[in-house]
């Protein structure tokens, strides 16, 4: 995978770039004045000239708010800037640029805010390396008292640009500058709902210098997979189209069948829903072209197991309703040990990964083949208590999403969703997608039975699990935007023809 515009950087990948643009003989003053200068025209697209009070920090951030309002000033705004740091502890470039600043320079104080209009942010960006010290954050709390706009450089000061944690409290802004990439912290939450609007600037930097880092993260878009998305060829079948089995429970049965019509709607050949003897004329009453097959009682796990035998079965979905009660727990972890035991694609949901709280190893020790999982939070806890409880594993800081999620594919060999509003896709070998286009109201019950059916029905179809997790989750947030608010989960698969149109006419040029 390498959609270098999707690429999301570390601050210390950033930092790499950075004296990699250095070292191809782009002046570190220069990549410094660029960035003040792409931080002021944003600002003045967005205001009218007004008073505007610049907030300096100790490094470089502070280096570009120097820069910041020797422009502002230059255009005939009125601009006081105010910095806090050890002068002679400035690097080379924020030092040149500190000393072509002619106006005053103030300490911090309150009562710089009286008159202002608009305050830019250049305390700490990527250097933050812990919470604030005192006299910053009493400038941050006033920012927040006094509900200012604010245009924060690079990150709001205060947020973590690879984990999207607060180190403390955060001026929210109205507007946020970056450069040359957007970094992890600008679509975790809470990174993303305090950056307010987010502006990526070129500042000059050569795209070659990305040849030589290991960029592992990427923000979700159709340029990721669209090369491989299954679309229909004419010359096929629906037999070419796989089928993908949906396992049904007991008590919750609209999920499963919610989760099979997804399957079909994005594409799969044929879809079967398995269900109890007992419970399946509520089935097979209520599917029309998705099949119900009857599992026998008394020996539903044979019969289960006995319909896998079929080659054909490509692509398996346990969980959507699958049940956690008494003997239908049971049930349950046989169909997923089952499922696991054929190599075939399978995707893991809700009570498929509960019924293995107790015994998670037997769980990734069961699986050798193509899997994805789609945990919500409390599911991610239950399957990985390990990562949850322990700050640290193999040196790494387990506490952000991304990293979680990355740990959480390595030690169960599956491709991990990790959901939510800023859901993240890990894969097993490192790689890491953060998706950034599902609205608040595609937060509603059923969603994920949904999503998990649009991830199997892909996997039917051939596609990889991990570029099948990814078109999955946009495509699930994609729909929800078309259709609007006022969405329930039966809407994500009837509106998905629309927009699988449109996402075919925008990304994928050649016909299949
Ligand atoms: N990377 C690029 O291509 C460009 C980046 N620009 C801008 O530069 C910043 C990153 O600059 P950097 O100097 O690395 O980091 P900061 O300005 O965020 O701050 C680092 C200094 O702050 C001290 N620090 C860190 N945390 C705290 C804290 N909680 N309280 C007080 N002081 C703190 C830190 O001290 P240490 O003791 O930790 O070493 C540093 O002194 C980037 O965000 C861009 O805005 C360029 O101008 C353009 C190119
Ligand atoms: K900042």
């Known amino acids: 995978m390498r959609q270098d515009s999707q690429m999301l950087l570390t601050p210390t990948e950033m930092a790499l770039a950075d004296s990699a643009a250095v070292k191809k003989g782009v002046p570190a003053v220069s990549l410094m004045a660029a960035a003040g200068f792409a931080v002021v025209e944003a600002i003045r697209r967005r205001w009218s000239k007004r008073t505007v009070l610049v907030l300096c920090g100790p490094g470089n951030n502070g280096g570009d708010g120097f820069v910041i309002a020797r422009l502002l000033h230059t255009a005939g705004w009125p601009v006081c800037l105010a910095f806090h740091g050890d002068e002679t502890s400035l690097s080379k470039e924020a030092m040149h640029h500190f000393k072509a600043w002619q106006g005053r320079v103030e300490t911090f104080s309150d009562a710089l805010f009286d008159g202002v209009e608009l305050v830019v942010d250049a305390m700490f960006g990527a250097g933050l390396s812990r919470p604030l010290d005192a006299r910053y954050r009493d ?42 990439r957007k970094k992890p912290g600008h679509l975790l939450f809470p990174g993303r709902a305090l950056c307010g609007e987010l502006v990526v600037a070129d500042i000059g930097i050569p795209e070659q210098v990305l040849v030589d880092i290991n960029v592992q993260t990427w923000e979700n878009s159709p340029e990721l997979w669209c090369q491989d998305y299954p679309w229909p060829r004419l010359e096929g079948h629906k037999f070419h189209r796989g ?31 398995t269900a109890p003897s007992r419970v399946w004329p509520i089935y097979a009453a209520s599917l029309i072209s998705v099949m119900a097959t009857s599992l026998d009682e008394g020996r539903e796990q044979e019969a289960f197991a006995e319909l896998l035998i079929d080659a054909r079965h490509n692509a398996i979905c346990i969980g959507p309703g699958a ?29 498929a990964l ?21 945990p919500h939070e409390g599911e991610f806890v239950r399957v990985f208590p390990e990562i949850n409880n322990s700050p640290e594993i193999n040196n790494v800081h387990a506490t952000d999403k991304v990293t979680r999620a990355r740990l959480a594919a390595k030690l169960s060999g599956a491709v991990v969703l990790l959901k939510g509003a800023d859901t993240v ?63 329930i989960a039966e809407d994500l698969p009837e509106c998905l023809p629309g927009v699988l149109s449109d996402f075919k006419q925008h990304y994928c040029s050649t016909e299949n």
């Open 354 to 374: 509960s019924a293995f709280s107790d015994d998670p190893h037997t769980l990734f020790d069961a699986i050798n083949g193509p899997c994805v999982m789609t």
């Open 243 to 273: 089928h993908a089995v949906v396992y049904g429970g007991e008590s919750t049965t609209g999920a499963s069948r919610l989760t099979a019509r997804s399957a079909l709607r994005i594409g799969a050949g044929l879809v079967t829903v």
């Open 323 to 351: 049940g956690l009660q008494g003997e239908e727990k049971v049930r349950t972890r046989h169909a997923v040990l089952s499922a696991l035991a054929t190599k075939r694609a399978v995707v893991l949901d809700a009570d």
């Open 139 to 180: 400038m941050v709390n006033a920012m927040i008292a006094r509900k200012l706009p604010i245009c924060a450089v690079d990150v709001p000061s205060g947020v973590d640009g690879s984990t999207g944690k607060a180190l403390g409290e955060v001026a929210p802004a109205a507007l946020t500058v970056t450069f040359f």
């Open 425 to 487: 896709i890990a894969s097993p070998d490192g790689q890491a997608i953060i998706n950034s286009n599902a609205p608040a109201h595609l937060a509603t019950g059923g969603s994920g039975d949904v999503l998990a059916g649009f991830i199997v029905g892909l996997l039917a179809q051939g596609m990889a699990p991990f570029d099948a997790a990814a078109a999955a989750v946009w495509l699930h947030g994609e729909v929800a935007n078309v259709f609007g608010i006022g969405l």
